[in-house]
């Protein structure tokens, strides 16, 4: 993909290019059409010539040999000139002399002249030359006309200076342009990014106002406002069938707590009650997660040390059944307040909790340690997951570790739940071995 600025800069530079060469054939057809032909062809042709005139040992003036005077012969068959220094003097296509009113040599007065005889349509074009010790020396010749190439070469060398000026003068405004628009494009690229990333990602509804687009992009904004409609209405459509299929679960869920209470061998039924307080603290959660994603969820102050407590104690009978210790360790001892929804918070501690009991091989022992800062870890010393597969814990349906049971559901809603309440949840190797669970909340100061 291309750059819109970088584009941007080199097509106005080309067609400003483009646009400087047009107006500069212009100017210069404008100039020819005005000029005198005459006067700038003895001009031209006078200055080629004399570059290489020279005088000899024997003071007597030559012309040198070059390219140019070889082309300006080739381009003028009926080319005349004469160059003389006093009395000495060379001559070239005597026959093509044209009738003079002075005798040759030419001795003076020494000024730089044109002698058009208008009837014949001819001209001879006179100077006196700058050679030193020679103030005498003249330049005379006829029959010569400048070529295009010639004419253009004249002309570029006689107004370098005004077509230099004119030039740097045309690229430092066409920079400028060039730099205002880019900046503009990139300006309003921005903007657009700005307001695509305000965009609340769990109410996506076509949020970008076009009030604010340029007309070149609101095309292109139309569209992503579409699209986040349509991705707000999915979203809307799986809330509602998270929060339906966790209602749904609820009464079966207790009609079978129940029953397994009838359970009459007790390891059974303990091993069937820790199950169904699993199932029953995902259905939970699901449905925290449901009040979560409401528009305007009910949020209250909650003592996180307090309700950790609540939650220990609530699994300590399953922790004992599986010949777990089950330990709590909290700094200070005042009230550590978080603000959110409190059967939610809740249930993301049970969840995990519940998570170490079943799932923590080899275990001893559970461990939860709360800090002031709002940073709860619950740990356990079990065999703990492989390296590397942490971060995989927390996406739905992975079942990393454990005995292969359950849903794998469990911590990708604690997840959600904490993003919900501004918080961070974290999976990472505990030292020595096992595994720790970290929930850092934002702390509500008193």
């Excluded at 129940?258 to 199932?279: C, M, Q």
């Excluded at 454990?402 to 469990?410: A, I, M, P, T």
Aim: glycine fraction near 8%.
């Amino acid at each position: 993909m291309k750059s819109i600025v970088r584009t941007l800069t080199f097509s106005l530079g080309a067609w400003a290019v483009l646009v400087f060469v047009l107006a500069l054939a212009a100017t210069i057809w404008l100039l020819e059409y005005e000029r005198n032909p005459i006067r700038e062809d003895c001009d031209g042709l006078l200055a080629g010539l004399s570059r290489s005139v020279e005088v000899d040992e024997h003071e007597v003036p030559v012309i040198v040999a070059s390219d140019s005077i070889a082309e300006l012969k080739r381009h003028n068959p009926q080319l005349w000139y004469m160059v003389s220094v006093g009395t000495r003097f060379v001559e070239y296509n005597a026959q093509y002399r044209p009738e003079l009113p002075f005798s040759l040599p030419y001795s003076g007065p020494f000024t730089a002249a044109v002698l058009d005889d208008g009837r014949a349509g001819k001209f001879a074009c006179l100077t006196s030359l700058a050679i030193p010790g020679h103030p005498s020396a003249t330049l005379i010749l006829s029959g010569g006309r400048l070529w295009p190439s010639a004419r253009a070469q004249f002309f570029f060398a006689d107004n370098w200076p005004v077509l230099s000026f004119i030039a740097l003068a045309f690229a430092a405004v066409v920079a400028f342009g060039v730099l205002l628009a880019a900046r503009y494009v990139k300006t309003s690229l921005a903007r657009v990014t700005e307001l695509a990333k305000s965009v609340d990602p769990s109410a996506p509804q076509g949020t970008i106002p076009l009030s604010d687009i340029p007309l070149e992009l609101r095309e292109l904004v139309s569209a992503l406002n579409v699209a986040f409609d349509e991705i707000a209405n999915f979203i809307v459509q799986q809330r509602r069938f998270l929060g339906n299929v966790a209602h749904e679960l609820r009464n079966p869920l207790a009609v079978l707590r129940a029953k397994v209470d009838t359970v009459a061998e007790t390891s059974v039924r303990a091993s069937l009650v820790a199950e169904i307080r699993r199932l029953t603290s995902l259905v939970g959660a699901m449905l925290d997660l449901a009040r979560l994603q409401e528009t305007h969820p009910e949020t209250t102050l909650i003592d996180l040390r307090e309700l950790t407590r609540e939650v220990l104690a609530d699994y300590a009978p399953s922790a004992l059944d599986q010949n777990l210790q089950l330990e709590f360790d909290a700094d200070g001892t005042g009230p550590i307040l978080v603000e959110g929804v409190e059967v939610s918070i809740r249930s993301a501690i049970g969840n995990i909790v519940a998570n170490a009991i079943v799932h923590a091989r080899g275990a001893t022992g559970i461990l939860a340690t709360l800090s002031e800062r709002g940073n709860l870890s619950i740990s356990d010393d079990g065999v703990g997951v492989a390296n590397g597969l942490h971060h995989r814990m927390v996406e739905p349906f992975e079942k990393v570790g454990g005995n292969g049971q359950g849903s794998g559901l469990g911590l990708s809603i604690v997840q959600e739940i904490m993003r919900a309440h501004g918080g961070k949840l974290v999976v990472e190797p505990r030292l020595g071995g096992g595994l720790a669970v970290r929930l850092t909340f934002p702390i509500v100061r008193p």
